[in-house]
């Protein structure tokens, strides 16, 4: 993996409770598309389905920090369009639905193409997050759709588990989040996974990954070699599901 290029901010979330929609991260967005003098996004709506009530609310949340939104379903050609997209963001919802729509308009490949080897900054949220990494096998979405397979983009060398939350001791007797991605380490070659709490973000630049945010994380890891993969991630201790 070509990981020099990278400029990538992961979201936990879109919203967080008592505040509207990407308000939470404000400063963190436009620090980054700044840096990078982005005007132009390429909106990737396609995790939930009305597309065009989607897109009109992050446009009007883009719109208000001085940039222009165009989406990616109103071209003919999504491959033109990520292939000439100046910056990415994908947004949250359901991930397998936005997974399945990936392969089906094949921009798998065109937008790894650009993050890795253009340097493209790419925003993902949630489900938006979820599809940059290895696989989808950590999402807490059910699957009501069908993908091809739940490889990802493949932008980052480990998987995350948004809206992460902890153990909260109750008459609910089902698994915790630990318990179902302890379950996923048991399968062999399973990457580590990141466990990002409502409020943090992960900003990754070429190989160096900061955690910030609101919150801190978990990371999960199966096996020391993988850990290596992470252990740089600023902010964020590197330990076998513990927290902090």
């Given at each position: 993996m070509d990981t020099q290029q990278r400029r990538i901010l992961l979201l936990s979330t879109s919203v967080v409770y008592g505040s509207e929609y990407l308000h939470y991260a404000t400063d963190d967005i436009n620090k980054f598309l700044k840096k990078y003098n982005v005007s132009r996004i390429l909106f990737v709506p396609y995790a939930l389905n009305d597309y065009n009530e989607y897109a009109n609310k992050v446009t009007g949340a883009f719109e208000k920090w001085g940039y222009k939104v165009n989406s990616i379903h109103t071209s003919e050609d999504p491959v033109q369009a990520v292939e000439e997209a100046e910056a990415f963001f994908v947004g949250g919802g359901n991930t397998f639905q936005l997974l399945k729509a990936l392969y089906d308009f094949k921009i798998i490949d065109p937008i790894k193409k650009r993050v890795l080897e253009e340097g493209i900054p790419y925003i993902g949220s949630s489900a938006g997050s979820n599809v940059a990494t290895v696989s989808i096998c950590t999402t807490n979405d059910m699957p009501i759709v069908h993908p091809p397979s739940f490889t990802a983009l493949g932008l980052i060398p480990f998987n995350i588990n948004p809206h992460y939350l902890d153990d909260n001791p109750t008459t609910h007797m089902g698994e915790t989040r630990e318990q179902r991605i302890e379950q996923y380490h048991r399968i062999?070659?399973?990457?580590?996974?990141?466990?990002?709490?409502?409020?943090?973000?992960?900003?990754i630049e070429g190989d160096k990954i900061t955690l910030v945010g609101k919150c801190s994380a978990r990371i999960?890891?199966?096996?020391?070699p993988y850990l290596e993969a992470i252990s740089s991630i600023d902010n964020l201790r590197t330990?076998?599901?513990?927290?902090?």
């Open positions: 062999p070659g399973a990457p580590p996974v990141v466990g990002l709490r409502e409020g943090s973000l992960l900003h999960f890891s199966p096996y020391p330990c076998h599901a513990m927290p902090w």
